[in-house]
Each structure stands twice: as C-alpha cells, then as structure tokens.
C-alpha cells in the first residue's frame, strides 16, 4: 500500500476502529486485512489427496501415488463438463460463516478477502501458467429473484476480486436465460432437467480460444457449474477451471 494511503487508513482507523467481522476483535490500528490474523490462521483450508477432476477430498492418498488420474466414483459415473474444479476449503465452519456473512448480511468486504484466497489457490493449481492474455476469470450469474432480494451477486464480486488480485482479465460472458429451483433439492435426472437451456454465453469472440477460470462461492452439487462449462466450451473456451471458496461433499455429480 502507497505510504499516503497507509496513513490514510489509520486515521480512517482512529476515528471509525474496524473489526474482524468473524470474531469482532478491533483490528490494530493501519493493519490491511478484513480477517485477523486470529481468524485467517483458524480457517480449515482443504489440501490433497482429492480427485483430479472435481477436487473432492480422498480420504487417502494411496490410488493417487499408484495411479495419478484416478477419479472419484461420481466423475467416472457423470464425467463433468469443466477440467478441474478446486475449492479453498469446506463449507463448514468459518468459512460457512464467512460466505453467510458476504452472502445474507452484505459484508462485501469479506468477498475481497476470499477474492484473495481464490487467486492463491488459482496460481497453487494451474499446472502450466499462461501469458495473463490467454486467461479469462468469469462466473455464473445467480438468480434474478435472488439477485432482487440480495442487491449483488456474490459470483461477480468474487470473481472480479480473483482477477485483480491474478492480474488477469475478468468479463461477464455468461447469461442466465431462466429461473431455475434449488439444485439441492433435485435428484440427479432432476438437477440435468432444472438446468436445460438456462445458461447461454452472450459473446462467444471473449472466450474463444482462452482458458477460462468460473468463480463461484460454493461447490454444491457441481451440476452448476458443469452446465456452464458445457456452453463456455461450445463458445470455444480451451479449458474451463472451476473455483470455489467452499466445496460440500454432496454426492452424484451429474453429466453434462
Ligand atoms: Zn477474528
Ligand atoms: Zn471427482
């Protein structure tokens, strides 16, 4: 931070003390975070073992030493869409608390944060780096009637917040034509028949050819973000990863 905005801050600090919004410690006057440093390193991050694919954790890591491509039992059953999708941590815990706070409060300064541990797992994941140009950060819009109620999409905010902090292009290439019910609540066959033509990709020239990296808050069933992938790809997109702040361990992913 610029010395003359560091300064700033901390007489923004002075006169309005900030708090971490987890644990409501007054944050020390001129620090940077929105979470402190209590918070960020309570926070369960997932690591490996977990499926190549869909990133869904292994409880061991033995088939992955014999056989690297491995894929858990629902991405050999319903193959998605996307190439790889990878998320910072469960939807438990902090982090649930952290994505109730952004999503049903409004705290969108907690987006700029997971924005942050977003573009950290992106530059751990992405097997071979590509010129920023061949890069694309997007993500799938939510809900109109979601959308009434809350006054902001929490996919968009994360997403911008994640290309900022990867330096890389963001742009809203995806339209949701329909609205649909909650994916939770369906089956498998039920999930594939709720998503049919809902998304469609308004500028196909902006994806053609590029690695696109799709923002979400939570990995759920995945059916989502597979049917996203499906239409990013038949707009031309190279590769379509999938990143998550948070992942359930939902099972049957469905086939797109
Ligand atoms: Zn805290
Ligand atoms: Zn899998």
Not at 51 to 67: R, V
Not at 150 to 157: E, L, T
Not at 169 to 188: D, G, N, Y
Request: glycine share 6%; with cysteine; proline share 8%.
């Amino acid at each position: 931070m610029p010395p003359h905005l560091k300064y700033l801050s901390w007489a923004i600090d002075f006169f309005i003390p900030r708090s971490c919004p987890l644990c409501l410690e007054p944050h020390p006057y001129g620090s940077e975070g929105v979470l402190c440093h209590a918070c960020q390193n309570a926070l369960e991050r997932s690591d490996p073992p977990w499926c190549p694919k869909c990133g869904k954790p292994f409880s061991s890591g033995m088939t992955l030493a014999y056989s690297p491509n491995h894929l858990c039992e629902e991405c050999q059953k319903f193959p998605p869409a996307y190439d790889s999708a990878r998320s910072v941590g469960p939807y438990d815990g902090l982090f649930r608390e952290l994505i109730h706070l952004m999503k049903y409060r409004g705290y969108t300064s907690v987006a700029t944060e997971l924005g942050a541990m977003l573009a950290h797992l992106a530059r751990r994941e992405m097997q071979e780096p590509l010129p920023p140009e061949d890069i694309l950060v997007t993500f799938a819009p939510i809900d109109h009637d979601r959308w009434k109620i809350r006054g902001f999409d929490q996919a968009k905010v994360l997403a911008r917040s994640a290309a900022k902090n990867l330096g890389i292009k963001f742009a809203e290439t995806i339209v949701r034509k329909k609205s649909t019910l909650p994916q939770t609540s369906l089956s498998a066959s039920g999930r594939k028949k709720n998503l049919r033509g809902v998304f469609s990709v308004k500028s196909p020239d902006l994806v053609s050819g590029k690695r696109v990296l799709l923002v979400d808050d939570v990995l759920t069933t995945g059916s989502t973000a597979s049917a996203c992938a499906r239409e990013l790809k038949k707009a031309g997109a190279g590769s379509v990863d999938v990143l998550t702040v948070c992942h359930t361990l939902l099972q049957n992913t469905v086939s797109y």
